[in-house]
T-cell receptor, first 113, second 112 residues
């Protein structure tokens, strides 16, 4: 069974630009979550999608958004990039039951210049 | 929301010794208690989890213990090996939730 796939692996942007990251979950997993990982803050929850709907949202500004497609693939978008957005963005998929193990992708390393 | 604290933030042990990491949470409704391991440059991976109807769970050299009254759970690693060196995260989950709140992590170094 293929794991969670995230593309691209690395991305360099400049302040003010926008970026779109992609995540393909494990086959059969319909819940997809996104996390931001930084050295100082650890893993912070961004949002969770199920059945093309955002079901949970973390405490991030509106510049961070996402969506999910009918095949459960998900994208997240960050607009008006700031230096502080430099981070590893991790996607995780799970079965659609509460409190299930999260299966993570390798992440997208975003660097803002 | 859930407040999660992990202690210690860094831990160094000699190979063969035991390591214990503690996770304290705030929400008494939490009923799912996983631990994730993230090796340098790799993805986080679930290594063990426990649910609130069980007090302890063991899998070879790792174990998790839960104290719901005191609202903390701990990861125990015995006979540590260099490949246990990684960052460990706890992520308690509230009942009925699809969201996990991760602790800030504990960096474990096993010295050969």
């Amino acid at each position: 069974k293929a794991g969670v796939t995230q593309t691209p692996r690395y991305l360099i942007k400049t302040r003010g630009q926008q970026v779109t990251l992609s995540c393909s979950p494990i086959s059969g997993h319909r819940s997809v979550s996104w996390y931001q990982q930084t050295p100082g803050q650890g893993l912070q929850f961004l949002f969770e999608y199920f059945s093309e709907t955002q079901r949970n949202k973390g405490n991030f500004p509106g510049r961070f958004s996402g969506r999910q497609f009918s095949n459960s693939r998900s994208e997240m978008n960050v607009s008006t990039l700031e230096l502080g957005d430099s981070a590893l963005y991790l996607c995780a998929s799970s079965l659609d039951h509460p409190n299930q193990p999260q299966h993570f992708g390798d992440g997208t390393r975003l660097s803002i210049l | 929301g859930e407040n999660v604290e992990q202690h210690p933030s860094t831990l160094s042990v000699q190979e063969g010794d035991s390591a214990v990491i503690k996770c304290t949470y705030s929400d008494s409704a939490s009923n799912y208690f996983p631990w994730y391991k993230q090796e340098l440059g790799k993805r986080p991976q679930l290594i063990i989890d426990i649910r609130s109807n069980v007090g302890e769970k063991k899998d070879q050299r790792i174990a998790v213990t839960l104290n719901k009254t005191a609202k903390h759970f701990s990861l125990h690693i015995t006979e540590t090996q260099p490949e246990d060196s990684a960052v460990y995260f706890c992520a308690p989950g509230e009942a009925g939730s699809y969201q996990l709140t991760f602790g800030k992590g504990t960096k474990l170094s096993v010295i050969p």
